[in-house]
């Protein structure tokens, strides 16, 4: 047991830190979950273009991590989450969420089902108090595992091709699946996830795997200029791909603190995950109540006029009638359009008049922007790439 | 001369309805019996070299409002953030707190992990409910049984902020208001050590145990506050805590108002049923358009105002408001920094609040000896040494160290405390201590040991109540301190009162005196009036 | 095709279960009620404890049964009737005992006793409409207050009582005993009589509202002639003449969810009856984490129901004596209590809150065969006493703290009264873990949930249950568990009735 150094390095470091220490140049580091993340590593531009033109690694460990295993574990992720779990194959992943009884998201996050009665849930926030609680009557264990499994993110075009270079050869598996390798004296795991909206995968393995698999992927991969990347490009990449963050854009319903911060799946456009028919799930009634009524927001991609970001502002119905908010947006390189994501009143996305308030900084100096924004479909980019089977080959 | 007005008490809530008064124009004098002004927030000598926080020993509660209306940073007063803390288990192991949220996760979770994730989600809760009741703390509170319409527009206030809440949230802070800490902390938490750090400030003050109903509003009534908008924290004022009193005595003055010390109130004089000054203890009469009275309730009317000028009805009252001390306080003046060997070296923890009661049970136990009329055999300390972040309070390298303890009664088996129990007490307290930190006794140069005795007797707090006057809801809200008289106003005409004994209670708030000066203001039709409070967004 | 809803089940067959399916049979329910042993009752069933010697199963006493209940059932045509209403006698170690009824009693503090009775009955007359209506929502701006204030009539109060409600609503039981009176008699007797069932002791806030809900059910002590078991054989005569089908030795196994509705239960043994509704007299948390389970529920409601608090601190005592105890001359057809100031109810509850048993117990003692000479041998008598505070969870394990609890409580009654332990034929002692595997009361409390302040009304037993329905649809409560609470009374069972009658109307 570590025993009372938090003050001394109050932020951890990921099994990768050798590495990822060493290739950031500009040293610029930010908390995620307790660990050090790089935001960029040198250069957020070309980090980007690696994951949209070759291949990119990013550090996953920080996603924290749950193991459900036991003889429950079906009903008991059927009645945690949206989705049904017995359906997933073994072998395969699933994008899944669970709410509070009121059905609000508490967050989202992959299911990952290792064999019949073991799974893994990744997610960007903790619910050790949330999972027990709903672990009570059922044969299930439930362990935190964030610090037992380092995780490495590998995207872009080229990545399978990389993968192959390193003796990976995924040609087979599809997206949303996963499969164990060989390497070393053990085996890593590879799924063919990830949260760009490219072609990619996630790498997963024990923290004493961590730093030789690094330096033989980006030997391997060095050919297709595979480089290690921060937050912001990944952010970047997300948002192109129309994903959403917890926290970002919308608040965890055991986190606010305000009673109508709180979204539905409903609201938040996760509405097709639910599993109407699996049985009863957390917050089910509650859900079927909004479903009758309709929600009162609904998550939208905004298409924004001109080419500058319209991040943190208000929308608005008719220019004057506050309708909704901003969560995330950015000048898109790969679509050359300004996209946002939105929170915004369903009584005033019908009415179709929305408008975004932008504050631009030019020069110490704001100018204020006042812009008509069309309601476009998620995902902004998506290349066929990222579903292609077998998966291109450069 | 006869001033507009003459308030009795130089303790913190008296200065601070006297430099609104005098703010507002008007012609003020503050009388205080001590040589030295500040009530139970002051900075005092009491070993050569040694600044002593002697009564209260950290402030989070003081309105940020006041401190801007009354300019106090202008005139010298600096709030300091501290560090941490540490509860130091039976068998050397210990709890530590952190600023740093990760860092404290971690830490939680040596002992829990469960346990450190819960954390967030009662943080988060609590604070709900702190957001809730501090608009509260700057309204006088509504008569319910009135139908004028201040009562009513103030009910109406209150209703309105229920309504901003959903059915469930108004179900739970109902619950939440009248359950126990224990009881509260059990639907969260699981290790005993965690719980036992998170019910102090339960019970900080209070004449009940962690296992009391009600002990959950007493906490939050300890976590309303702030450090610069970081709700919940606690901080020292540099050079002690008398640096609020100095520096609301220097706004007064700069606003034209008078303290005289080193003379008590004999006797408020009433005339045709109505204050109008008061007599000192040599003799001296101070007129006044009206009397503000800053001692506690009992204090005020039972002993300083003649019975006959009273109705019956609310002389019982005052006798029967609940006033029972439950803390004593040694402050202790370090010739070195003391040792605590559970923590590691260069830890941040020390220059936070120390503890030695590692769970529930034991702070419950020791409340079972108060009622008992002893003084807690294992009490729980909240010990400070406030020097190890403020440089100006004792020689470099040298430390003043505060130990808040409880519970202490106001009689021991219904007799009066003698010196002989005083230092029974001290030997409890000092032995407990070095039970942590080896060698500690030896590093002490000298200690003073105050009593509830030695509070009622230096600082006129009856029974030696912090709060003057138990923060239960028979004596909260529009309850205190007697209703039909929370409105800061007395039977008689022109005898006010503004000390802790008014909504919303005790602590180095400051809003009882606040709150109290803007009624006046309002009667005596001034204009202007007071700024609302901070709203909370 | 689903079952009617006409078609209703109730679970258990206690006072409120019975009260429940009266009152659902009454209006033309087709009504089954299901209870697991072989008699109706519940704790107001009596047992022979020893050979010849009956004594109530549990409760010894009815104090306030609702009068809803008693005139709409006809108790008094299926046989229930009442000896006259019991004194109370209070011991004291040192001074004479004192007789109390109602507000009258004698002594240095009879006209103070008399005030505060007067008053506090006021109060308890304000709050008593409560018990009757389905907890108050508090959706809406200002309607607690709006309801307070004109429909509960707590103006009529005038504005100085109003005052004094507002400020003693939530005070504490012990203050108030200070603060009124100066005989310890009946300071001990006030702050037992508010803590008799309760986890806390009356230095506890909010214990005196205890005492105002005692006062509310109605404050005469009643023992029904011929004992407690004829009051449980009239509530089922009763109901079997309403049109209930009561079926005794079936015990509910789990209840049956189907298409996300409670459907019907399957009994021990196998057999699955379905129906329309479904009713739970029983425990609010058994019902939902045994009979129901967590599948069908959402985790943060199944929590909650978790969390609801039940520790019964109230032990059991039966004797099966040789002779006639005498206790000092007290009239041996009163209450007796043993509860000698208010500290030592306090100081009898401490060691509970560690798991410990008291030394010096305080008590409520009922010696039935002095009301009715049948319930044990000629010239022999059955006492039973409800003793005060027991560990709900004791740390040395039950049979050590049972053993010490006996000794201690026979060692206070000897006390009081001289040669009483050589008279015991047989003695029996309930710890609330016996009274849990007895009666099915969790944690041995007999409120099947604290009677506290923060689990009373809209909180009771927990906010998403508090209007008598679950939010499985289909699935109703109407225990003790439910508002306004347990002790022989049924008010929660003909509440949740008549909420479910209003929900289909």
Known sequence: MTVLTHFRTPLLQTPFHARTSAANVLNRWGPWGGYMTALCFGDADMEYTAIRNAASVYDLCPMVKYRITGKDAVGYLNRLTLRDAGKLPVGAVHYTGWTDDAGKLLDDGTLFRHGPEEYLICCQERHLPWFLASAEGFDVSVAEVTEDIAALSLQGPCSATVLAAAGFDVSTLKPFRMATFPFGKGQITISRTGFTGDLGYELWMTPGQALPLWDHLMQAGAPWGIRPIGTDALNLARIEAGFIITNMDFVPAHQAVREDRPRSPLELGLGWMIDWDKGHFTGRRALLAERERGPEWQMVGLDVPGNVSAEGSILYHNKRQEAGFVTAAAWSPALKASVAIAQVQSKYLKANDLWVEIYALRELQYAKLMLPVRVVERPFFNPARKRAMPPERT | MTYDAVIVGAGHNGLVTASYLARAGMKVCVVEKNDWIGGAAVSRELYPGFTYSNCSYVSSLFRPEIMRDLELPKHGLQILPYEGGAVFQEGGGYLGMFRDHDANRREFARHSKRDAEAYDIYARDVLRFCRFIRPMLLRTPPDPSSFRPRDLAELMWLGRQMGALSEEMRARMVQFWTMSIADFLDQYFESPVIKGYLAVSAIIGTALGPMSPGSAYVLLHHYMGDVDGNVGAWGFARGGMGSITRALTASLKAAGGEVRTGQGVEKILVQSGRAVGVVLANGDEVRGKRVISNMDVKRTFLKHVDEAELPDDFVKRVKAFKIRGSSGKLNIALDSTPVFPALPEGAPNIRGDLHFTDSIEKMERGYDDWKNGRFSRDPFQDVMIPTMIDPTMTPPGKHFMSSFVQYAPPKIEGRDWTDADRDAFRDTCLNQIETYSPGFKDRVLHVEVRTPRELEAEVGLTEGNIFQGELTFDQLLFNRPVPGYAQYRSPIRDLWICGSSTHPGGGVMGAPGRNAAAEMLREAGAKGGMRDAYAVL | ?505
Request: net charge neutral; charged share 20%; aromatic share 4%.
């Open chain 3, 1 to 505: 095709m689903p079952t009617p809803s006409s078609e209703v089940l109730v679970i258990g067959g206690g006072v409120n279960g019975l009260a429940c399916a009266a009152r659902l049979a009454a209006k033309g329910r087709k009504v089954t009620l299901l209870e697991a042993s072989e008699v109706v009752g519940g704790g107001a069933g009596e047992r022979e404890f020893a050979p010849g010697y009956h004594a109530p199963a549990l409760a010894h006493l009815t104090q306030g049964l609702d009068t809803r209940v008693v005139e709409a059932m006809a108790l008094d045509r299926h046989g229930l009737a009442f000896h006259p209403a019991l004194a109370t006698t209070v011991l004291s170690g040192e001074a004479e005992s004192l007789t109390v009824r109602g507000g009258k009693t004698s002594g240095v503090d009879a006209a103070a006793w008399e005030a505060l009775h007067r008053k506090l009955s006021a109060f308890a007359r304000v709050l008593a409409p409560l018990r009757q209506m389905r907890p108050v929502r508090l959706a809406g701006e200002n309607r607690l207050f709006g309801l307070a204030r004109q429909g509960l009539g707590i103006r009529a109060l005038g504005k100085d009582d109003f005052r004094e409600l507002l400020r003693m609503v939530l005070i504490n039981v012990h203050d108030v005993a200070e603060d009124e009176l100066s005989d310890d008699r009946l300071k001990g007797l006030l702050a037992f009589d508010a803590t008799l069932g309760a986890w806390l002791g009356p230095r506890s806030p909010n214990s005196l509202i205890l005492y105002l809900d005692r006062l509310a059910r109605g404050a005469d002590p009643l023992l029904p002639k011929g004992g407690m078991g004829a009051l449980a054989v009239a509530m089922g005569k009763a109901a079997a003449a309403a049109g209930v089908e009561v079926r005794t030795g079936s015990a509910v196994e789990k209840i049956v969810v189907e298409g996300d509705r409670a459907v019907g239960v399957r009994l021990e043994g196998g057999e699955v009856v379905r129906v329309g509704l479904v009713v739970s007299a029983m425990n609010p948390r058994t019902t939902l984490h045994q009979l129901v389970g967590a599948a069908a529920l959402d985790a943060g409601f199944f929590k909650a129901t978790g969390h609801v608090r039940m520790r019964g601190a109230a032990a059991k005592l039966h004797l099966a004596l040789r002779g006639t105890p005498d206790f000092r001359g007290a009239d041996l057809k009163s209450r007796i209590v043993i509860a000698p100031s208010s500290e030592a109810v306090e100081r009898a509850f401490n060691p509970v809150k560690y798991g410990e048993v008291p030394e010096l117990p305080v008590m409520e003692v009922i010696l039935p065969s002095a009301h009715d000479p049948g319930l044990a041998p000629a010239g022999h008598h059955v006492l039973t006493a409800i003793v005060q505070y027991a560990p709900h969870a004791p740390k040395a394990g039950l049979e050590a703290a049972r053993a010490e609890m006996l000794e201690n409580t026979l060692n206070v009654l000897e006390q009081h009264s001289p040669g009483l332990r050589s008279l015991v034929v047989q003695a029996e002692l309930l710890m609330p873990q016996d009274i849990e595997a007895r009666f099915g009361m969790v944690g041995g409390n007999w409120h099947h949930g604290e009677l506290a302040v923060e689990q009373m009304l809209f909180n009771r037993p927990t906010f998403a249950a508090a209007q008598y329905s679950t939010p499985l649809p289909g699935l109703w409560l109407a225990g003790a568990g439910s508002h306004p609470g347990g002790g022989i009374n049924g008010a929660a069972g003909w509440n949740a009735a008549g909420a479910i009658l209003e929900a289909k109307a």
